[in-house]
């Protein structure tokens, strides 16, 4: 009996350490423009009237965060190239949402990435206001 009191008591610890770890988030400045994206047209109205918003599949987004310029990737991961760039304060039309790596800024962690038709591309959803979630776009 002690020596399954042993065993257990000195092996549990060892399993617990044998768990995998989740992959930690990367830091990323997704305001360094790669070379050869290319900038996407937004515009800087909302179009939020009533009549509009229930008759749209998509989501009208805006760009936030302190960056001039943000990426837009051919996949919903920075090792992705950036085929496009979208403007900080511009809105822009999503249509879904993918998981994705997962990206930090300024301590705030976010996984989800959102498709931009316009440019066949993705932008983390870091960067992106609270009108573009799952919730409202739906997963790819």
């Excluded at 549990?12 to 070379?35: C, M, Q, Y």
């Excluded at 965060?65 to 999503?94: D, I, K, L, M």
């Excluded at 300024?106 to 983390?124: E, F, H, K, Q, R």
């Amino acid at each position: 009996m002690q020596l399954i009191n042993f065993l257990i008591t000195a092996l549990l610890p060892l399993g617990l350490l044998a768990t995998p770890a989740p992959s930690p988030a990367v830091v990323v400045d997704e305001s360094v423009i790669e070379d050869g994206a290319t900038a996407l047209a937004g515009t800087t109205v909302a179009r939020d009237a009533g009549a509009e918003i229930f008759k749209r599949t998509s989501q009208i987004c805006q760009i936030i965060g302190s960056s001039a310029h943000v990426n837009c990737r051919s996949c919903a991961s920075t090792g992705c190239t950036a085929t496009h760039y979208v403007v900080q304060g511009s809105y822009y039309e999503f249509t879904c949402a993918a998981n994705g790596q997962c990206v930090t800024v300024g301590g705030n962690t976010n996984c989800i990435w959102d498709y931009l038709p316009a440019g066949n591309c993705y932008v983390s959803a870091i960067y992106t206001d609270n009108q573009c979630t799952v919730g409202s776009l739906g997963y790819c």
